[in-house]
């Protein structure tokens, strides 16, 4: 799987570079700000996985930023990091959904194992474990299989989405028609194209994979579904 992506915002220059220094080698990118405005840019242009604040910072502090974003985003997991003297910034903070908080100065050893059990979250918020090896990312609408990204149409890709949703549970081929060609007039040859529409998609995940199975199952009376790896 990817690396996730960080966004660090510290406003003490030597403390935030070496955090940053330590924490890349989690990351496959670590954006860095040294304010809350500075921050808060970054979080809208870069969408990072993962947000680690320092709660007291200029133009824009922690808590009022993570208000601003959790009133557009309640899955994004953030870590703050406090000092003694901000417990009670701190409580206000707590009806704001973060996922940890930190007492500085922090020990590289407690930073890292953190952001362990913050990346542990992120994939589960965001990687769906299908069978055959198979993973579907949900931000970017993407498939990979035994970690080989999969090229999908665009159509393949609505098809996807819709079963994900309903991982484990059939999805009606009229429901399926609806969505994907939901441009069209419904006409019966609609149906032959949902079928060579799966038919095409799990011949491409078993060349990718090697197994024959069907990845889309598909049954006349209920429709289609995808099973999550067991």
């Known amino acids: 799987m990817p690396k996730p992506t960080l966004l660090y915002a510290e406003?003490?220059?030597?403390?935030?570079?070496?955090?940053?220094?330590?924490?890349?080698s989690f990351f496959s990118e670590v954006y860095t700000a040294g304010d809350g405005e500075e921050a808060l840019a970054l979080y809208h242009e870069k969408n990072p996985d993962m947000l680690l604040l320092d709660i007291s910072m200029p133009l824009l502090d922690g808590l009022e930023m993570t208000k601003i974003i959790r009133a557009i985003d309640l899955k994004t997991p953030i870590t703050m990091l406090t000092a003694h003297s901000d417990q009670e910034k701190l409580l206000k903070a707590m009806p704001l959904g973060l996922t940890e908080y930190l007492l500085k100065p922090v020990d590289d050893t407690v930073l890292l194992k953190t952001m362990e059990k913050m990346i542990g979250k992120v994939k589960n918020i965001q990687y769906v474990y299908l069978k055959e090896a198979c993973v579907w990312h949900k931000r970017d609408s993407e498939l990979s299989c035994k970690k080989k990204s999969i090229a999908l149409t665009k159509k393949e890709t609505i098809l996807l989405k819709l079963l994900i949703t309903s991982i484990g549970h059939y999805v009606s081929k009229d429901m399926l028609i609806m969505d994907i060609w939901c441009e069209e007039s419904y006409s019966e040859s609609h149906d032959n194209k949902l079928?060579?529409?799966?038919?095409?998609?799990?011949?491409?995940?078993?060349?990718?994979t090697g197994d024959q199975t069907s990845f889309i199952e598909n049954s006349y009376a209920l429709g289609y579904r995808v099973l999550s790896h067991l």
């Open 11 to 24: 406003d003490d220059v030597e403390t935030r570079e070496n955090y940053a220094y330590v924490l890349k």
């Open 195 to 208: 079928i060579q529409l799966v038919y095409r998609l799990n011949k491409k995940i078993a060349l990718a």
